[in-house]
């Protein structure tokens, strides 16, 4: 039987600072704390950096990198996410039990939520799934990440945002429970349903190796939690919903989206049904890039903090 979870690797996949306080703080409050936070960026922006070590002593001894590279014209998330797993395992962190949380950086956890995770996987959960609350501009213009660090403000989600996740929820368990009919190979169910959110999803270290982590063949925003989602249901899992149960919130921005997915070349890649399982550009063979550099920001907090 394999073994359960000990530790929880927080993954924070991020391109600008403008929102990263707001994500540790988060994780600073949680009743569960992380094991390792690896703050992972396709940009080598020293914004970022600073923001890290200010943040780190705050996240007591819970290890701190950050991983990034020079940015490469188009945006790579699912590079990015890849590239922190490989520094993990490169220095021996993960074991293949061990629970992966990635997350997005504008998204702010509530207090219990990794705790949720980690529950979730020790009682047999290798694909966790997740949602977020989206907060509106003047919310986000108002939040202050010292403050609800220090406990001085919360997030609470409105009645209307908690009826809308239970209604989500129950669609998961919907299309969980017709995945496990095996009704994808016949078209009756979408292959990549109950879908993974990037901006905030747990899985085990060795399910995410056994479908060579993400593709880095989708490049821009879209499709490649898709993508991810379609592989890891074709393993058949043991998945467990969270999305009424984990509250996390979404920080506002200036929308990235495509204004044609449909025409875009990950989603004409994305309707083929021959692609592998394992990723055609994943963990084990990334999509060319710059060195990628890492830095345990706990131990060279000075130099970030100037």
């Given at each position: 039987?394999p073994?359960?979870?000990r530790r929880?690797h927080?993954i924070?996949?991020?391109?600008t600072?403008?929102?990263?306080?707001?994500?540790?703080a988060?994780l600073?409050r949680q009743?569960?704390s992380?094991?390792?936070?690896t703050i992972?960026?396709?940009?080598?922006?020293p914004?970022?950096?600073r923001?890290?070590?200010?943040?780190?002593p705050?996240l007591e001894?819970c290890?701190?990198?950050?991983?990034?590279?020079?940015?490469?014209g188009?945006?790579?998330?699912?590079?990015?996410?890849?590239?922190a797993v490989?520094?993990?395992?490169?220095?021996?962190?993960i074991?293949?039990?061990d629970?992966?949380?990635?997350?997005?950086?504008?998204?702010?956890?509530?207090?219990?939520?990794?705790?949720g995770?980690?529950?979730?996987?020790q009682?047999?959960?290798?694909?966790?799934?997740?949602?977020?609350?989206?907060?509106?501009?003047?919310?986000?213009?108002?939040f202050?990440?010292?403050?609800y660090w220090?406990?001085?403000?919360?997030l609470?989600?409105t009645?209307?945002?908690?009826a809308a996740l239970?209604?989500r929820?129950?669609?998961?368990?919907?299309h969980?429970a017709?995945?496990r009919l095996?009704?994808?190979?016949?078209?009756?169910v979408?292959a990549?349903k109950p879908?993974?959110?990037s901006?905030?999803h747990?899985?085990?270290?060795r399910?995410f190796?056994a479908?060579?982590?993400?593709d880095?063949v989708y490049?821009?925003?879209?499709?490649?939690?898709?993508?991810l989602?379609r592989?890891?249901?074709?393993l058949h899992?043991r998945t467990?919903i969270?999305v009424?149960e984990?509250?996390a919130f979404?920080?506002?921005?200036?929308?990235?989206?495509t204004p044609?997915r449909r025409?875009?070349?990950?989603?004409q890649?994305?309707?083929r049904?021959?692609?592998p399982?394992h990723?055609?550009f994943?963990l084990?063979?990334?999509l060319?890039?710059?060195?990628?550099?890492?830095d345990?920001?706990?131990?060279?907090r000075?130099?970030?903090?100037r």
């Amino acid at each position: 039987m394999p073994s359960t979870p000990r530790r929880v690797h927080v993954i924070i996949t991020t391109h600008t600072a403008d929102r990263l306080a707001g994500v540790l703080a988060g994780l600073a409050r949680q009743s569960r704390s992380p094991d390792s936070i690896t703050i992972t960026c396709d940009t080598d922006e020293p914004a970022i950096g600073r923001v890290a070590a200010r943040w780190a002593p705050r996240l007591e001894s819970c290890p701190v990198r950050w991983v990034r590279r020079p940015h490469q014209g188009l945006a790579r998330p699912g590079q990015a996410r890849n590239n922190a797993v490989r520094i993990l395992l490169q220095t021996d962190l993960i074991a293949p039990s061990d629970l992966l949380v990635f997350l997005d950086g504008d998204i702010v956890l509530g207090d219990d939520v990794l705790a949720g995770h980690f529950r979730r996987a020790q009682a047999g959960a290798q694909n966790i799934l997740a949602y977020r609350i989206e907060l509106d501009e003047p919310t986000t213009r108002g939040f202050d990440a010292e403050a609800y660090w220090r406990r001085q403000a919360s997030l609470e989600p409105t009645r209307s945002q908690v009826a809308a996740l239970r209604r989500r929820d129950r669609r998961y368990r919907r299309h969980l429970a017709l995945s496990r009919l095996h009704l994808a190979r016949l078209g009756l169910v979408k292959a990549h349903k109950p879908k993974v959110i990037s901006c905030h999803h747990g899985v085990l270290a060795r399910l995410f190796r056994a479908v060579n982590g993400y593709d880095e063949v989708y490049q821009d925003y879209g499709r490649e939690d898709d993508d991810l989602a379609r592989r890891l249901n074709s393993l058949h899992p043991r998945t467990a919903i969270l999305v009424a149960e984990a509250v996390a919130f979404h920080l506002w921005h200036p929308t990235r989206d495509t204004p044609d997915r449909r025409g875009a070349a990950a989603y004409q890649r994305f309707k083929r049904r021959d692609l592998p399982v394992h990723a055609e550009f994943g963990l084990d063979n990334p999509l060319d890039q710059d060195p990628v550099r890492v830095d345990l920001v706990s131990a060279c907090r000075d130099s970030y903090a100037r």
